[in-house]
């Protein structure tokens, strides 16, 4: 969730610290926070809200220091308040932390620390008096016995007035990268925070601690034993992050969509034939798909896609609830985990679950070197490149794609596989179509839309999978509450809700099933709703608005009918003058369960 960044070299600490927090803000925007070191003494800013009200009161400081560690913070042990704002600062100030994970068992460390005077509310803040509590001992085995205390998942930047250059850092089930330039050495939760300099990054596995000065980088193992550790070649200039000419970044990563579907189908196809180019199981018992929020969705639509086609089992799983219902999983099995950030903590919690059940893993992430992609046993990457805005879309897209691969790969009926492969080969040239007509009409539709106060999705088959990430991306990015329901579902309770005048958005895009979706879609009509439908038809008689998309394979068109509820949700949101690339209460990488 929270966003690390750490320096220390020949420049100035506080400026690349504040531009890193700038680059890590979609992990976090709840308070900020830097800690900087000057011979063994530490300066500490740190304020609610986002990481601009740093700026100025940083500028005015004007510190020479050339070390510092900054963290920008998504809320979990007490409100979003400066005095819970990261850095944590020991007792006698020779300990400042920064952190980003839970540790469960704060409230009984807590209460061992009796003595101690805490200034927050946070889980985050025993860390610090732990540490000083080891009393004047060489400070990796003081991090080794501290993080032998700890329950849950850490990343943490750490400075010791004992060492006033010096970086610290250590984690277990949550990312931290050091990134090593001709100007020192960097720390960060994501590659993106790092300076243009890095040439060679580290990626710490759990347990490890990294001890960093401006020239060196040293690694060792929990229990403090040097480790040799193989460094990556990295390049500034591919993680560079740019809206252009866009007023936020999600629509412009809406209009990447086509490009994230070229380059992630383009690892399948290779002179005109497709290949996963892995070791999957010739013909799994079960497919489990397994995954959070969009991703699950994704999920849905490809637990469709893969029992038409392959004519295999699927379960979908929502991952947080994956341990605790005792699923029968076992070596015969195929799961696959899907998540944009490869560190969703209830994904990889799902992951051990499986392996330990001896399934076969399988990666759908958007990181290669990622929690999840070193712990899965086959790695499907997306190839969207990397996404800022909190409320995924090109990220969803580039999912659905490998999971259409992922089904391709096992259809055994030549004129089937020939049908989908070819309809795989134009999805970015119809996602671009789809783009290019239908912007104008989505935003007619928000505008009739984003005074209600609540808003229902309706749709049958793969148009239900579609509408439930449409729905959610009307929540996540407008605040206009809105469900998803399969249209079916809505004489059984749902349509009690719908009153005169209230939006129903119908998808209308699942062509055997067009006849009872309009059947739907004429009951809620009769209730008095105001329908706006997305349909491959060119008119619905009587809808409030009505968004035409072209025909593709009926199971590739979740692709397509999705971006006009992206369009919609972006404007609902827009005119409803939200925090469109930061809604409110969320983070974009989940690494807490």
Not at 370 to 380: D, N, V
Not at 436 to 457: C, G, L, V, W
Not at 505 to 526: D, Q, S, W
Request: glycine share 8%; with cysteine; net charge negative.
């Amino acid at each position: 969730m929270c966003g690390i960044v750490g320096y220390t070299g020949d420049k100035r600490a506080a400026p690349f610290l504040l531009g890193g927090l700038e680059k890590l803000e979609y992990r976090g925007y709840d308070s900020a926070g830097v800690a900087l070191s000057e011979e063994g003494n530490f300066q500490l800013l740190r304020r609610a809200g986002r990481v601009t009200q740093l700026k100025t009161p940083l500028e005015k400081l004007n510190s020479a220091a050339v070390t510092g560690i900054a963290h920008t913070r998504w809320a979990t042990h007490g409100p979003p308040t400066e005095e819970n704002a990261h850095p944590h600062l020991s007792e006698k100030k020779q300990w400042v932390v920064v952190h980003n994970g839970i540790i469960e068992n704060a409230e009984e460390l807590r209460r061992e620390l009796a003595d101690v005077k805490f200034k927050s509310e946070t889980d985050t803040e025993v860390i610090p008096h732990l540490l000083e509590k080891q009393g004047e001992i060489n400070p990796v085995e003081a991090l080794v016995n501290t993080q032998k205390r700890l329950e849950g998942a850490w990343a943490l930047g750490i400075l010791c007035a004992a060492m006033p250059d010096t970086l610290f850092c250590a984690c277990k089930g949550s990312p931290l990268l050091v990134g090593v330039g001709a100007g020192g050495t960097y720390l960060a939760s994501d590659y993106a925070a790092f300076d243009e300099d890095v040439t060679t990054t580290y990626r710490l596995c759990d347990g490890e601690i990294g001890v960093l000065t401006k020239n060196t980088v040293c690694f060792y193992n929990c229990d403090g034993d040097i480790i040799d550790k193989s460094g990556e070649k990295f390049s500034w200039k591919e993680q560079r992050i740019d809206k252009g000419d866009y007023e936020h970044f999600m629509r412009s990563e809406i209009d990447q969509q086509p490009l994230a579907l070229r380059q992630t189908l383009a690892q399948f196809f290779t002179d005109g034939a497709f290949s996963l180019s892995c070791e999957l199981p010739e013909k799994p018992r079960k497919i489990w798909l397994i995954a959070c929020g969009s991703a699950y969705h994704a999920c849905v639509t490809g637990k469709y896609v893969i029992e038409e086609l392959a004519k295999i089992p699927c379960e979908t799983a929502v991952a947080s609830e994956f341990r605790y219902c005792y699923p029968l999983i076992g070596d015969s099995d195929l799961a696959v985990f899907v998540s944009q950030s490869g560190e969703t903590a209830d994904t990889l919690a799902a992951v051990r679950e499986a392996n330990a059940n001896g399934a076969v893993s399988v990666g759908i992430v958007n990181v290669p070197g990622s929690a999840i992609a070193r712990e899965c046993r086959i790695i499907l990457p997306t190839k969207a490149g990397t996404e800022v805005a909190v409320a995924t879309t090109k990220a969803y897209c580039a999912q659905l794609a490998v999971l259409y691969s992922l089904a391709l790969h096992y259809v055994t009926d030549s004129k089937q596989k020939n049908a989908f492969q070819q309809a795989l080969r134009r999805l970015p040239e119809d996602v671009q179509q789809v783009l290019d007509t239908t912007e104008k009409p989505a935003m007619d539709m928000a505008r009739e839309i984003y005074e209600a106060e609540h808003a229902y999705f309706i749709g049958r088959n793969l148009d239900f999978s579609t509408v439930l990430e449409g729905s959610l991306k009307l929540k996540e990015i407008s605040y206009l509450h809105s469900e998803a329901y399969p249209a079916g579902e809505l004489k059984h309770g749902t349509i009690s809700l719908v009153e005169e005048g209230t939006p129903v958005i119908a998808l209308a895009c699942c062509e055997r099933l067009l006849p009872k979706t309009l059947a739907n879609i004429r009951e809620v009509m009769a209730r008095g709703a105001a329908v706006f439908a997305v349909t491959t038809l060119d008119d619905i008689e009587d809808a409030r608005g009505v968004i035409t998309i072209r025909k593709t394979h009926p199971l590739v068109m979740p692709s397509l009918a999705v971006v006009p509820l992206q369009l919609l949700s972006y404007h609902v949101a827009r005119l409803r003058g939200c925090d469109i690339d930061k809604p409110r209460n969320l983070a974009k990488s989940v690494t807490v369960e």
